[in-house]
């Protein structure tokens, strides 16, 4: 069985752009979660989304967005690129709502602004 | 707010060597945690969990301890292995868990083994 896959794994942007990072979750499982890992930093709480809408969101400005389309899958969006904004982007996904599952990650999506 | 800690940030063992990683939460209501392994280049990977109305629980080589009353838990490895080495994070769900994805996690343990 295919685990969580993220898309691409490596992505290399200007200030000011936008990025577009893929997740697709494990068969079956509806809600993905996207965490951002800053270097030197824990994993810090980005987007929640389960059957097709967002649930919740941490601390993040609007900048930061996200989708989940009917087959589950979902995209993250970051607007007006920062240099802080460079890290690594986790995808998670879940049978439930993480009320005491276990989530599986991705590999990640290394975003380097420059 | 919510805050989940760990006591060091780096562990080094010798191989064979029992490792004990330790962390600290700070909600008293949280009642469910998580320990993750994340080795270098990939995403972190579920090794064990524990509920509050337990003290002890324990896998293949590990075990986890929690400690309600100082608010502490700790993941023991057994014989550490090479491939043990990676970064360690222990995690806890945010309430209102109704809320769901909100998990806190610690900074991370970087465990290395030498042979």
């Known amino acids: 069985e295919a685990g969580v896959t993220q898309s691409p794994t490596h992505l290399i942007k200007t200030r000011g752009q936008q990025a577009t990072l893929r997740c697709s979750p494990i068969?079956?499982?509806?809600?993905v979660y996207w965490y951002q890992q800053a270097l030197g930093l824990g994993l810090q709480f980005l987007l929640w989304?389960?059957?097709?809408?967002?649930?919740n969101r941490g601390n993040f400005p609007p900048r930061f967005s996200g989708r989940q389309f009917p087959n589950y899958s979902s995209e993250l969006n970051v607007n007006a690129l920062e240099l802080e904004d460079s890290a690594l982007y986790l995808c998670?996904?879940?049978?439930?709502?993480?009320?005491?599952?276990?989530?599986?990650f991705g590999q990640g999506t290394r975003l380097t602004v420059v | 707010g919510e805050s989940v800690g760990l006591h060091l940030p780096t562990l080094s063992v010798q191989e064979g060597d029992n490792s004990i990683i330790n962390c600290a939460y700070s909600?008293?209501?949280?009642?469910?945690f998580i320990w993750y392994k994340q080795e270098s280049g990939k995403g972190p990977q579920f090794i064990i969990d524990?509920?509050?109305?337990?003290d002890k629980r324990q896998g293949q080589r590990v075990t986890v301890l929690l400690n309600k009353t100082v608010k502490h838990l700790s993941l023991q490895i057994a014989a550490t292995q090479p491939g043990d080495s990676a970064v360690y994070f222990c995690?806890?769900?945010?309430?209102?868990?109704?809320?769901?994805?909100?998990?806190?996690f610690g900074q991370g343990t970087e465990l290395s083994v030498k042979p």
């Open positions: 989304y389960d059957e097709g809408e967002e649930r």
């Open positions: 909600n008293s209501a949280s009642d469910y």
């Open positions: 998670a996904s879940s049978l439930d709502s993480w009320l005491g599952t276990e989530a599986f």
């Open positions: 524990i509920r509050s109305n337990m």
């Open positions: 995690a806890v769900p945010r309430p209102p868990y109704n809320q769901g994805g909100k998990l806190i």
């Open positions: 068969s079956g499982h509806t809600s």
